[in-house]
Structure formats: structure tokens, C-alpha cells
């Protein structure tokens, strides 16, 4: 029945064996082997169990395994469309779909939770408040999200992120302490401040911001909306051109293009965007030059540009190079696209490279220009807040 060593102290040889009964069996300290006689077909049996118990316990591990995974899976979505719906951005929703879309064209921005922007801001305290403006529609916000966030130059406003929460939809912009331009030219005492160097100096940075969007970015970008108000100021008076979510991507090889829905700010529009709803580069240079003016023709024709000048620089050292960027400026604003020069020329004619030649007289969008769109059926509409109304538009 079974046979084991019978040198239990290692000292001795032979076998131990068992005939009937398994009789007289002892543990050994340090054990030894004992073989047992077993039948062929128990053997087959023994080994048929333990294969079928071991197909068993494998079967049962990975179901609960599987159940366990699924129901985790299962957990983690229903708590993430749960916090979606409370920060108001369920996937699907026609005011919210944005969040999804922006993660589908790999924006890499951080996105803001609302109470931190109300703790930052004071909860949105007045004196923290350095103007506003209208996205408009869901596209407004994303155009210019996808515009802003693949766009780095010193003289463009850097987005630092997003927020969508309920119907709120912000962008966070780096602090801009000085304001906007329009806060310095157009009020009394604080254009006081602005000195020909400081103007000069604004007058470049934006001209560069521009040809930086024109040309060397990696997506062509026209603007349509410069003006004072969308160029914000740094602590060192650097300007920043703001606001894109009226611009527009040009394709590589798309050099102008047509809209029956103009939209801007009348009085920085060139004439055939208003009036054709014709936009280019052009149609930026043209926003440019009554930015660097804001002023009449019939100053220049009479021979009176020196009147053109503000108070605190008519007494300027470098009147000439005033005399000289108002030139430039009356480049920009003439009537025909083709006239004006681009943002690389402008940018050169403004470090005095090139000859400068006599302006034709500018393109202004007037009342009677309103009406001839409205006859062609073109569609206007004013959708950029300046806080201006206007009828009749001429330059500053």
C-alpha cells in the first residue's frame, strides 16, 4: 500500500512497507517522503477534479473582476455627467457643447472654476473692472478661444484660460493695468499723460501685433475690429491688441474674402467692408490709420497737419517724426485697398525705410454709404460694444 525510507537518522538503508492498512505512521522532525499506491482510473479522476476546479476558479476571478471594473466604469460616468450639470457644462446642451468641442480641437488651455474668478475679482467688484464688451453668440466665444489660443506675440493679450459655467462664458485675460487706449486719447487729463515717445511706442506695437497676425503667425488672421478700446495697456504702456472674436482665418493662399453680415465698429471700417462686405489685410491697415489719426482730411489738405497734433506733444523734439507718422497713417485710411500699404511696409515706414508718397484722400463710411448697403441688401450690424452711436461716421 506504500513504502518509505527506513533510514529515519540518515545513518542506515532499506524500506519501510505497508501491506493493508496504513498503520504505525509518525511525523518526522524534518520529514520524509512516504509513497502512497493509488489506482490508475482514481488517479485520472483526482487530476480530471483539480483541472475542472482550476478552470472554475479562473472563470469566477475574471467575472468579478469584470463586474467589479464595469460597475467602477460605470460610478466614475454617471459622478462625471453629475458634475458636469452642476458646473453647467453638459455635453450635448446647445449653450454648452463648447467644452467638448474645445477638448475635440486640442485647445490647451486651463479652464477656470467661477468661484475662483468671483474670489479673484472681488466678486466682480467695480473698481476691478476695467471695461466689457458682448461675445454674442456661443460662436463669438469659441472663434475667438481657437484665435486667441494659438496666437503668441508681446503686442497681442495673452489668454490665460476659459470659464463655462451656467449661462456664464468668460476669458481670462493677463492683467492689464492701464487700461485701454481709448482711456488715454479721448479723456482730458489722462492724454496729458501720453507723451510723442509713448504714442510712438503704441503706434509700433500695434503695427507689429498686426503684421505678426498678417504675416508671421501660423495662421493668417484678419481683425476686423481695431480700435482704441480692443488695445489694451501694460505696466509699461506695451500695447495689446484684444478682442477676436470678430477675426477671421485666412487660408494660406486666400487673400481676400466676401460676408453679406458686416460686423464691427463703424467709423474704424474700410469702405468696402462696409459697403461690399470685401475684408482683407487691407481692411485691418485701414482700421490702423484712423487708429494712428483719429482726425479729418481737410486738415491735411490745407496744409494744417501741425493742428492735427495733441497738446502735449506740440511742443515735442521729435515733431517731425509726429508729421511723419501722421503721413503714414493717412496711407493707411486712403479709399482704395490696392493704395494702402501693407503692415510690413507700414512697419518699415515707420522706421523711416522707404519713401513716402501723397496720400489720395481717405475712404470714410457715411450715412449715405449706410444707405446704399441697406439698397444692395447687405446686412450691417454693429455687434462690437464702444459705447458710441453713431449715424453719421467720420474720422476723429
Avoid at 209 to 224: V, W
Amino acid at each position: 500500500m506504500a513504502y518509505a525510507n527506513l533510514d529515519v537518522s540518515g545513518e542506515g538503508s532499506g524500506c519501510l512497507l505497508w501491506f493493508n492498512e496504513l498503520v504505525d505512521i509518525r511525523v518526522i522532525e524534518n520529514g520524509q517522503d512516504l509513497y502512497v499506491r493509488m489506482a490508475a482510473s482514481e488517479f485520472g479522476q483526482a487530476g480530471h477534479n483539480w483541472n475542472k476546479a482550476k478552470t472554475i476558479i479562473v472563470i469566477s476571478v475574471v467575472s468579478t473582476a469584470t463586474l467589479i471594473l464595469g460597475l467602477a466604469i460605470s460610478l466614475y460616468i454617471w459622478k462625471k455627467k453629475e458634475w458636469q450639470k452642476r458646473e453647467g457644462r453638459t455635453i450635448g446642451h446647445p449653450e454648452q457643447g463648447y467644452y467638448q468641442e474645445s477638448k475635440n480641437e486640442d485647445i490647451e488651455l486651463p479652464l477656470f472654476h467661477l468661484v475662483a474668478i468671483t474670489k479673484a475679482t472681488d466678486n466682480f467688484a467695480i473698481n476691478n473692472k476695467l471695461g466689457e464688451g458682448g461675445f454674442g453668440p456661443v460662436y463669438k466665444f469659441k472663434n475667438e478661444v481657437v484665435c486667441i489660443a494659438k496666437l503668441q506675440h508681446r503686442n497681442l493679450v495673452k489668454l490665460l484660460g476659459y470659464c463655462i459655467q451656467g449661462e456664464e462664458r468668460m476669458l481670462i485675460y493677463e492683467f492689464m493695468p492701464n487700461n485701454n487706449l481709448d482711456s488715454f486719447i479721448f479723456d482730458q487729463s489722462q492724454k496729458m499723460l501720453l507723451d510723442w515717445p509713448k504714442r510712438f511706442h503704441i503706434i509700433n506695437g500695434i503695427a507689429r501685433g498686426l503684421l505678426y497676425l498678417h504675416q508671421d503667425s501660423r495662421l493668417r488672421i484678419i481683425h476686423r475690429d481695431l480700435k482704441g478700446s480692443n488695445i489694451l495697456l501694460d505696466y509699461e504702456m506695451n500695447p495689446k491688441i484684444l478682442d477676436f472674436g470678430l477675426a477671421r482665418i485666412f487660408g494660406a493662399n486666400e487673400r481676400q474674402a466676401n460676408t453679406k453680415k458686416v460686423i464691427g465698429t463703424y467709423g474704424y471700417m474700410s469702405p468696402e467692408y462696409a459697403i461690399e462686405g470685401l475684408f482683407s489685410v487691407k481692411s485691418d491697415v485701414f482700421s490702423f490709420g484712423v487708429l494712428v489719426l483719429e482726425i479729418a482730411w481737410r486738415l491735411y489738405k490745407e496744409d494744417r497737419t501741425r493742428e492735427l497734433i495733441d497738446e502735449p506733444i506740440q511742443n515735442s523734439r521729435n515733431i517731425l517724426e509726429v508729421l511723419h507718422s501722421i503721413h503714414v497713417g493717412l496711407l493707411c485710411v486712403q479709399q482704395r485697398p490696392e493704395d494702402r500699404p501693407n503692415m510690413a511696409s507700414v512697419v518699415l515706414l515707420l522706421g523711416g525705410e522707404g519713401a513716402l508718397t501723397h496720400p489720395k484722400q481717405p475712404g470714410f463710411f457715411i450715412e449715405r454709404n449706410l444707405l446704399e448697403a441697406e439698397s444692395t441688401g447687405s446686412e450691417v450690424e454693429q455687434c462690437s460694444a464702444n459705447m458710441v452711436s453713431t449715424t453719421v461716421v467720420e474720422a476723429r
